[in-house]
């Protein structure tokens, strides 16, 4: 079961990839883009790594719905559904994608990878939480916190009426 979970989803996240690129709105993109990194997220819990998985799924659908507030609010078009297209000068960004990703794998190939020493830790989350943030956990709270009051303050700044210029309903 976990076998066909894990294709079905890598299959989806990198259909939906490709369709970041093949739709013709912003918001279509956004979705695809969306629907991409959930299924990165879900691959990432069938590896057991809860933490990354977790994070991965909030941060990613924080992410888009605040690049959707802001494409309403921001662009010309409204609700970016009218056609665009998302690549510019196709040939070149071909040719480059593909000798990037040739150097990319090449490299991958043929670095001579040292063998691995010790044993992975028992808890591999706590491990890597400490690994990044150390110390430094309180800051990062703090951040997060100032990043949410930013999105608010720009929501709210971006109306022109506020909460008592409705008109009165009777």
């Given at each position: 079961m976990q076998v066909a979970a894990f294709w079905a989803l890598a299959v989806t996240a990198v259909a939906s990839g490709v369709a970041v690129f093949r739709v013709d709105s912003m918001a279509r993109a956004t979705f695809a883009l969306l629907a991409s990194f959930l299924c990165v997220g879900g691959l990432l819990l069938l590896l057991d790594l809860h933490y990354l998985g977790a994070l991965v799924v909030l941060m990613m659908i924080m992410e888009m719905l605040v690049m959707a507030v802001f494409m309403v609010m921001y662009m010309m078009n409204p609700a970016g559904l009218m056609p665009m297209t998302m690549i510019h000068n196709g040939r070149w960004a071909l040719g480059i994608s593909v000798a990037v990703f040739a150097a990319?794998?090449?490299?991958?190939?043929?670095?001579?990878?040292?063998?691995?020493?010790?044993?992975?830790?028992?808890?591999?989350?706590?491990?890597?939480?400490?690994?990044?943030?150390?110390?430094?956990?309180?800051?990062?709270?703090?951040?997060?916190?100032?990043?949410?009051?930013?999105?608010?303050?720009?929501?709210?700044?971006?109306?022109?009426?506020?909460?008592?210029?409705?008109?009165?309903?009777?």
């Open positions: 990319l794998a090449a490299g991958i190939v043929l670095t001579p990878w040292p063998p691995r020493r010790g044993a992975p830790p028992d808890d591999p989350t706590y491990a890597l939480g400490e690994a990044i943030m150390g110390p430094k956990m309180l800051v990062m709270m703090g951040i997060g916190l100032a990043i949410l009051a930013t999105m608010i303050g720009s929501v709210v700044l971006s109306t022109d009426r506020g909460r008592y210029d409705r008109e009165d309903p009777r």
